[in-house]
Antibody, heavy 122, light 112 residues
Framework: VHLVESGGGMVQPGRSLRLSCAAS????????MHWVRQSPGTGLQWVSG????????VYADSVKGRFTISRDNAKNSLYLQVNSLRVEDTALYYC????????????????WGQGILVTVSS | QSVLTQPPSVSGAPGQRVTISCTGS?????????VHWYQQLPGTAPKLLIS???NRPSGIPDRFSASKSGTSASLAITGLQAEDEADYYC????????????FGTGTKVTVL
């Protein structure tokens, strides 16, 4: 399993970015996928998840209405559109593979990318 | 923000046994939801260590074991090795909070 994130950078508050995750080494369209972030020097925070067929998308309350998760199974890619960025969104964003096809209460993250840094600062 | 509480740090000499606790509540660990554990070596991404309360994925040494009881879970590392020095996080699902999947506060394991 290989997950490679891209699209991060430094932006001003209120601006937008589109994060991407290129997946390989497994049957991408058989698994749900997630985004998890880690602020500098702190712990992990789950951000969003999407089922194998894009039928279910879930978000943490802290990003609901500002972030949109999507996937393109034909391109083996996962995306996170991040709008109205805030200083507190500054973090390393990880793409993570689910152990299951759907987003459920049982879910865990069995493979992770190396992360992409998003810095929000004026 | 984390609803699962872990001790900030634990330490032990090589060969010793250390345990890391993860304390939650009735809306997460104390309910039907499983606990999973991750290891994060310095400067790297997290890695799945234990899934479904006590199951080790292929390739994870049997020095790592975990259990769940009531509203808490614990990870044990026996025969501590220098390469075990890392941050460890528990994770579960929470039925009441704004973040559906919740992580612990993290524990730094130091090998003396």
């Amino acid at each position: 399993v290989h997950l490679v994130e891209s699209g991060g950078g430094m932006v001003q508050p209120g601006r937008s970015l589109r994060l991407s995750c290129a997946a390989s080494g497994f049957t991408f369209d058989a698994y749900a996928m997630h985004w998890v972030r880690q602020s500098p020097g702190t712990g992990l925070q789950w951000v969003s998840g999407i089922s194998w067929d894009s039928g279910t998308m879930v978000y943490a309350d802290s990003v609901k209405g500002r972030f949109t998760i999507s996937r393109d199974n034909a391109k083996n890619s996962l995306y996170l559109q991040v709008n109205s960025l805030r200083v507190e969104d500054t973090a390393l964003y990880y793409c993570a593979k689910s152990s299951l096809a759907t987003v459920t209460t049982l879910d865990w993250f069995d493979s992770w990318g190396q992360g992409i840094l998003v810095t929000v600062s004026s | 923000q984390s609803v699962l509480t872990q001790p900030p740090s634990v330490s032990g000499a090589p060969g010793q046994r250390v345990t890391i606790s993860c304390t939650g509540s009735s809306s997460n660990i104390g309910s039907i939801y499983s606990v999973h554990w991750y290891q994060q070596l310095p400067g790297t991404a997290p890695k799945l260590l234990i899934s479904g309360n006590s199951n080790r994925p292929s390739g994870i040494p049997d020095r790592f074991s975990a259990s769940k009881s009531g509203t808490s879970a614990s990870l044990a590392i026996t025969g501590l090795q220098a390469e075990d020095e890392a941050d460890y996080y528990c994770q579960s699902y929470d039925s009441s909070l704004s973040g559906l999947y919740v992580f612990g506060t993290g524990t730094k394991v130091t090998v003396l």
